[in-house]
């Protein structure tokens, strides 16, 4: 908890409080179900361990995410506070691979608990327990709105047949509800430990998760009526095996995609070799990238986009002779040509790789200037592609904080300074401005260095070049 901002922790505390508060009336209850709860958190409990387990040899990646039909199945099964106490088990067994491990844990628990039981209390005051029917037979399922023995005999048909398509208002509000109320304490946790603006922690994320917790919730739903049937459980196992197989198949799609990364990985390792000067700077200008983004509230599909292009913005220097890369002292006009082919080299070598998207474009014109005066093909202003424009002034940023065989570091104050001095030439204004925003408030600390990286100069020593940004960019601009 000490790597916790203070707000953050207290957030988690305020979360874990409001969790026991919700399932508290299931230990002080008589009429809690606690067969159906134990089934339920049970099957939620190995959906959520099938993932940190070898799996056909495998393991299934972080992306795949919690499996929610089953949460979902028991707020429409149970009372809210025992869907609330089915979602804990889980919700401490899920998938985590930043630290600290435990606290997000506890946290992934009680956010989840909250979810489920407030999507409850809302399928409750919705009607959503009379329309899906109160009797079971056989004992095999929750019986009643309490879960308690419900009718046999003549009238038992008539008691468990869901009233469709009624029912399905409900359970569609209690999923969206669901959503919103995870994506809303994700957003205020990310606002506490990152001390991000909650307008730009929260942007992006319901948008992203309506469409599968709608989805979740249409398999819950199908989950509880079977569950209410004459088959009982094992009918809602089978609903649910199809929609954990394509859950798998999702993963699957992650697994490739990782595959991807490790391309770019070796890409960028390979550049860093060939060009010892810029060790370390695709990374920078990575994590530079997308600070900026961040700033400026993308989403963080394309947050991500962003951070890929800059990464790989230099790979077309694999193309350019090493010899001109190592060089110590001025390019002569023929050699400056030919380093200024790296953007174009750069995009052919990423064509072929189909979900980078935008990345292409940024990498390909990323040394454009919004004067016009730039190159491959001297764009302007609004022709030069947004997320060029963030990798520009990232790759700028980095090139002057880092030192060069033609040019020694310069501390982060007088590169940001010479950055607002360059914008609305070299550079877009708001790109610069949205990365002394971030710098302002987060601090400069790359993730990855160099040991000549380490040679800053002190601040206030030395003045900046008359060439500035051009400078410490030397292929940045042309002759």
């Known amino acids: 908890m000490r790597v916790l901002p203070p707000l953050a922790r207290a957030y988690v505390l305020c979360a874990v409080l409001g969790a026991l508060a919700c399932v508290a009336p299931v230990v002080t209850g008589s009429a809690t179900p606690w067969p159906s709860v134990g089934l339920l958190s049970v099957l939620y409990l190995g959906c959520e361990l099938v993932k940190v387990c070898p799996l056909m040899g495998r393991r299934v990646p972080e992306g795949l995410g919690s499996f929610f039909p089953v949460v979902l199945a028991a707020v429409f099964l149970l009372p809210p506070a025992a869907a609330a106490l089915v979602a804990l088990p889980g919700g401490l067994a899920g998938t985590v691979t930043a630290r600290p491990a435990w606290v997000r844990r506890i946290w992934h628990g009680a956010q989840q608990s909250i979810a489920a039981w407030t999507a409850g209390q809302l399928y409750g005051l919705l009607g959503g327990p009379g329309a899906l029917g109160t009797g079971s037979f ?96 094992p009918a809602a196992l089978l609903v649910m095996l199809p929609m954990y197989i394509s859950c798998w198949v999702f993963a699957q799609y992650h697994r490739e995609r990782a595959a991807h990364q490790a391309t770019i990985r070796a890409l960028v390792q390979a550049v860093d070799i060939k060009d010892r000067y810029t060790r370390g700077h695709s990374e920078r200008v990575g994590q530079a990238s997308a600070m900026i983004a961040r700033e400026l509230g993308m989403g963080e599909e394309r947050l991500e986009v962003v951070r890929i292009a800059g ?127 971030a710098i302002d408030r987060q601090g400069w600390h790359p993730k990855v260095t160099s040991d000549d990286d380490l040679q800053v100069i002190p601040a206030g020593a030395g003045e900046v070049p008359a060439a500035g940004a051009q400078g410490a960019v030397r292929e940045a601009v042309p002759a």
Do not use: N
């Open 138 to 233: 056989g004992g095999t399922g929750p019986s009643g709105p309490e879960g308690g023995a419900g009718p046999t005999g003549p009238s038992g048909p008539a008691a468990w047949v869901a009233d469709f398509p009624y029912v399905m208002l409900p359970a569609a509000a209690a999923a969206v509800a669901f959503c919103l109320v995870l994506t809303a304490l994700d957003g205020c946790i990310l606002a506490a430990a990152e001390r991000r603006p909650a307008t730009t922690a929260w942007r992006g994320l319901a948008t992203r998760s309506l469409a599968p917790h709608c989805v979740h919730g249409l398999a819950g739903l199908m989950m509880a009526v079977m569950w209410r049937s004459p088959y009982g459980l």
């Open 311 to 437: 990464i790989l913005h230099d790979v077309g220097k694999l193309g350019v002779p090493t010899r001109l890369l190592r060089k110590d002292g001025p390019l002569t006009p023929e050699e400056r040509r030919i380093i200024e082919l790296h953007p174009e080299y750069g995009h052919e070598m990423v064509r072929g790789i189909g979900f980078l998207g935008e990345a292409r474009a940024a990498i390909l014109h990323h040394h454009e200037r919004v004067d016009g005066s730039g190159y491959p093909y001297g764009l302007t202003g609004e022709q030069i592609p947004v997320l060029a424009r963030v990798v520009a002034v990232a790759d700028a940023f980095d090139a002057m904080t880092s030192t060069r065989s033609y040019s020694r570091a310069r501390p982060v104050r007088v590169a940001l300074a010479e950055l607002e001095r360059c914008a609305g030439a070299q550079f877009d204004p708001d790109m610069v401005r949205a990365l002394v925003d």
